[in-house]
């Protein structure tokens, strides 16, 4: 009998351990070296999670409700993770700190802070609200390249199919009758002729250039030639210029308003800013102010920031609300960005409809245009 108990304790240890190692997020982390965890979930995730604490509930069984309600997945597995580490002492930060390929030091140092000023609850509404306006933000510009995408990928795969498959038919039937072909005719043949013989060459070359690109954008020095380029683009860089500028606001006015040391915040906003130059500029601004320097007056240095910008930073340092004024111009830069996205769809639809013209125009004038030879030819 005691040797039947034992089997069984030892039974229920092992499948104990086996639950414990298979909702282990931190395991995935060491193993892949990150876990996939779309922007959606980690944005519902802050949600709920912000929706319960305003409900006063313990953190820990908020993190158990959200664990309980989350389907299957990386997110339900890191939300266990977490509710273990917090139900064995360890603060939410740290928990999340594991985690840094879901929660970026960004996320991390405001839930410390709000640890550290006892306002969690109010430190969770604030990462729900600039993780929304973020993900709004992106997917505006996301889904306004979707339609120009389209139509230029459906444009060239017509050209590619005509110049392939159609243009070769006719030429048989021109030169079968004999004549001189019109230039534009000629050219079209021409044309066709090399995309049906040397089409390898074109594709290898394609795919130098993009390995070329991609090698080259992974070096500091490349990214930061890439990076300049996007910010001087005619139309495209104004909204990236924009953009940035609204995500360095939202960011460090986040951070300001959450108690977060300035220095400290300025290191988390220039590893946040996802273009090297606006991150040289940020580490700039922050090697300024530890000197002792008011920041404003250094933003204006990098020539990265307008002037309004610049003046509001200003204005905020002084009166002590600096944290109000980076998220007013926030709010400013990503209302010019959508106009601008909406301005420039409304532009590049009828653009890209005339150029789509332009092209299957030349290419069914070019082939008929040998009809009134033929016709000439057939009445001889």
Same mark, same amino acid.
């Given at each position: 009998?005691?040797?039947?108990? +034992?089997?069984?304790?030892?039974?229920?240890?092992?499948?104990?351990?086996? *639950?414990?190692?298979?909702?282990?997020?931190?395991?995935? #982390?060491?193993?892949?070296?990150?876990?996939?965890?779309?922007?959606?979930?980690?944005?519902?995730?802050?949600?709920?999670?912000?929706?319960?604490?305003?409900?006063?509930?313990?953190?820990? +069984?908020?993190?158990?409700?959200?664990?309980?309600?989350?389907?299957?997945?990386? @997110?339900?597995?890191?939300?266990?993770?977490?509710?273990?580490?917090?139900?064995?002492?360890?603060?939410?930060?740290?928990?999340?700190?594991?985690?840094?390929?879901?929660?970026?030091?960004?996320?991390?140092?405001?839930?410390?802070?709000?640890?550290?000023?006892?306002?969690?609850?109010?430190?969770?509404?604030?990462?729900?609200?600039?993780?929304?306006?973020?993900? =709004?933000?992106?997917?505006?510009?996301?889904? =306004? @390249?979707?339609?120009?995408?389209?139509?230029?990928?459906?444009?060239?795969?017509?050209?590619?199919?005509? @110049?392939?498959? #159609?243009?070769?038919?006719?030429?048989?039937?021109?030169?079968?009758?004999?004549?001189?072909?019109?230039?534009?005719?000629?050219?079209?043949?021409d044309v066709s +002729?090399?995309?049906?013989?040397?089409?390898?060459?074109?594709?290898? =070359?394609?795919?130098?250039?993009?390995?070329?690109?991609?090698?080259?954008?992974?070096?500091?020095?490349?990214?930061?030639?890439?990076?300049?380029?996007?910010?001087?683009?005619?139309?495209?860089?104004p909204i990236v210029?924009?953009?940035?500028?609204? *995500?360095?606001?939202?960011?460090?006015?986040?951070?300001?308003?959450?108690?977060?040391? +300035?220095?400290?915040?300025?290191?988390?906003?220039?590893?946040?800013?996802?273009?090297?130059?606006?991150?040289?500029?940020?580490?700039?601004?922050?090697?300024?102010?530890?000197?002792?320097?008011?920041?404003?007056?250094?933003?204006?240095?990098?020539?990265?920031?307008?002037?309004?910008?610049?003046? @509001?930073?200003?204005?905020?340092?002084?009166?002590?609300?600096?944290?109000?004024?980076?998220?007013?111009?926030?709010?400013?830069?990503?209302?010019?960005?959508?106009?601008?996205?909406?301005?420039?769809?409304?532009?590049?639809?009828?653009?890209?409809?005339?150029?789509?013209? #332009?092209?299957?125009?030349?290419?069914?004038?070019?082939?008929?245009?040998?009809?009134?030879?033929?016709?000439?030819?057939?009445? *001889?």
């Open positions: 009998m005691p040797e039947k108990l +034992r089997d069984r304790r030892e039974k229920l240890a092992r499948a104990a351990s086996e *639950r414990t190692t298979a909702a282990a997020p931190s395991e995935v #982390v060491t193993k892949r070296g990150k876990v996939k965890v779309s922007k959606t979930a980690k944005t519902n995730f802050t949600t709920q999670l912000a929706t319960l604490q305003d409900a006063g509930l313990p953190i820990l +069984r908020s993190l158990r409700i959200l664990e309980n309600q989350s389907a299957k997945g990386p @997110m339900k597995q890191v939300t266990a993770g977490l509710a273990e580490d917090v139900e064995g002492g360890t603060s939410l930060s740290e928990a999340m700190a594991k985690y840094p390929y879901v929660f970026d030091d960004l996320y991390v140092n405001l839930v410390r802070a709000g640890e550290a000023g006892g306002a969690l609850t109010q430190i969770f509404n604030r990462l729900s609200e600039f993780m929304e306006k973020a993900d =709004a933000l992106a997917r505006k510009i996301r889904s =306004a @390249m979707i339609y120009p995408t389209l139509v230029v990928s459906f444009a060239t795969a017509v050209v590619i199919f005509i @110049m392939t498959s #159609v243009v070769p038919k006719f030429e048989d039937a021109f030169r079968s009758l004999g004549g001189k072909l019109p230039a534009p005719t000629q050219f079209l043949i +002729r090399f995309l049906a013989t040397n089409w390898w060459i074109l594709l290898l =070359a394609v795919l130098v250039l993009v390995a070329g690109f991609v090698a080259i954008g992974r070096t500091r020095g490349g990214r930061r030639f890439y990076d300049a380029r996007k910010l001087r683009l005619w139309i495209f860089g210029h924009g953009t940035q500028i609204a *995500r360095f606001s939202r960011t460090l006015g986040t951070l300001s308003s959450s108690g977060v040391e +300035r220095l400290r915040s300025l290191d988390i906003v220039a590893d946040a800013a996802g273009n090297v130059v606006f991150e040289d500029g940020v580490r700039k601004i922050q090697a300024a102010v530890r000197e002792g320097e008011a920041m404003a007056r250094q933003m204006g240095a990098t020539a990265l920031f307008d002037d309004v910008v610049v003046n @509001m930073v200003d204005v905020g340092e002084e009166t002590g609300e600096l944290d109000k004024m980076l998220l007013k111009v926030a709010d400013v830069y990503e209302q010019q960005v959508d106009n601008r996205v909406g301005a420039l769809m409304s532009v590049l639809e009828p653009v890209l409809i005339v150029c789509l013209g #332009v092209v299957v125009g030349f290419i069914v004038i070019a082939l008929f245009l040998p009809l009134l030879s033929i016709q000439q030819l057939l009445g *001889r």
